[in-house]
């Protein structure tokens, strides 16, 4: 796998330090750039990743931790189609739906890689939490 998309809530367990998950997802990111694996998320995920952090810490820390996120991860487009397929589509959450139906138009991300893998049981993408594709990865 070369292309994974983070949802939001990893990435907020990295950027908040919501123990133990940020050390999961931190080795995971250690991994991915040390092996040249590409991560993704969506528009959706970094403003609400930037609003609930300006909620929980302040305005300057929203952005500093929003900035250095977007030096290591891509953003993924959305646009009208993708919100249309989402809008019609069986999964429960909406936004979820959106990030499902960016990761498929784009056509070359692997895995979604959530905490809340019961959300994506509608997608054709495969979906793991950041520890179960750190320990398959890496055996331990």
């Given at each position: 796998m070369?292309?994974?998309?983070l949802?939001?809530?990893?990435?907020?367990?990295?950027?908040?330090?919501?123990k133990?998950?940020?050390e999961?997802i931190?080795?995971?990111?250690?991994?991915c750039?040390?092996?040249n694996?590409?991560?993704f998320?969506?528009?959706?995920c970094?403003a609400?990743?930037?609003y609930?952090?300006?909620?929980?810490e302040?305005?300057?820390?929203?952005n500093?931790?929003?900035?250095?996120?977007?030096e290591?991860?891509?953003?993924?487009?959305v646009?009208?189609?993708?919100i249309?397929m989402?809008?019609?589509?069986n999964f429960?959450d909406f936004e979820?739906a959106?990030?499902?139906?960016?990761?498929e138009?784009d056509g070359s991300?692997?895995?979604?890689?959530?905490?809340?893998?019961?959300?994506?049981k509608k997608?054709?993408?495969?979906?793991?939490?950041?520890?179960?594709?750190?320990?398959?990865?890496?055996?331990?």
């Amino acid at each position: 796998m070369k292309k994974l998309f983070l949802d939001s809530d990893v990435l907020l367990d990295l950027l908040l330090d919501r123990k133990p998950f940020s050390e999961n997802i931190s080795s995971l990111i250690e991994y991915c750039i040390l092996n040249n694996i590409e991560m993704f998320s969506s528009p959706i995920c970094i403003a609400n990743i930037n609003y609930i952090i300006e909620k929980f810490e302040n305005k300057t820390n929203a952005n500093l931790k929003t900035n250095k996120l977007l030096e290591i991860i891509k953003v993924e487009n959305v646009g009208q189609s993708e919100i249309t397929m989402a809008k019609l589509s069986n999964f429960k959450d909406f936004e979820d739906a959106i990030q499902n139906y960016a990761c498929e138009s784009d056509g070359s991300i692997d895995l979604i890689l959530t905490r809340n893998t019961k959300d994506y049981k509608k997608s054709e993408i495969s979906v793991m939490t950041p520890e179960q594709y750190y320990k398959m990865k890496t055996g331990s």
